[in-house]
């Protein structure tokens, strides 16, 4: 199997697990880091635990893929921060990748799921 479809495999499972999640408790989530500064603050450092409180589970073979959790406001600020895109494009150099991204909001904001699939680190 080619480089180009072992990163396509990896990123289908990860989609059937994503599938399997229970996003609905990262609507009120969305709600309350949009009302709140405080809980803002404590999100940054750490999502999933605050996601958690919320109802939300990642499971660990999706940490393990790389995934990750941001608030993004409506002035596309994220929290906590994203590194540049640039850097994220060159990472891989000439190495097959995918993102995946699912955002789930009630608006102005939403919460975004992130991980990247590389064949390297």
């Given at each position: 199997?080619?480089?180009?479809?072992?990163?396509?495999?990896?990123?289908?499972?990860?989609?059937?697990?994503?599938a399997?999640?229970?996003?609905?408790?990262?609507?009120?989530?969305d709600?309350?880091?949009?009302?709140?500064?405080q809980?803002?603050?404590?999100?940054?450092?750490d999502?999933?635990?605050?996601?958690?409180?919320?109802?939300?589970?990642?499971?660990q073979?999706?940490?393990?893929?790389?995934f990750?959790?941001?608030?993004i406001?409506?002035?596309?600020?994220?929290?906590?921060?994203?590194?540049?895109a640039?850097e994220?494009?060159?990472k891989?150099?000439?190495k097959p990748?995918?993102?995946?991204?699912?955002r789930?909001?009630?608006a102005?904001?939403?919460?975004?799921?992130?991980?990247?699939?590389?064949?390297?680190?």
């Open positions: 199997m080619g480089e180009e479809e072992k990163i396509l495999e990896r990123t289908k499972k990860v989609l059937e697990e994503i399997k999640l229970d996003l609905k408790p990262l609507f009120e989530l709600r309350e880091l949009a009302a709140s500064p809980l803002r603050a404590e999100f940054i450092k999502p999933f635990s605050v996601a958690e409180k919320y109802g939300f589970k990642m499971p073979n999706l940490k393990d893929e790389g990750h959790m941001h608030w406001d409506s002035n596309n600020n994220y929290y906590p921060a994203e590194g540049s640039i994220q494009l060159q891989s150099g000439t990748w995918t993102r995946v991204e699912v789930i909001g009630t102005p904001g939403c919460i975004a799921l992130c991980g990247v699939q590389r064949l390297i680190v």
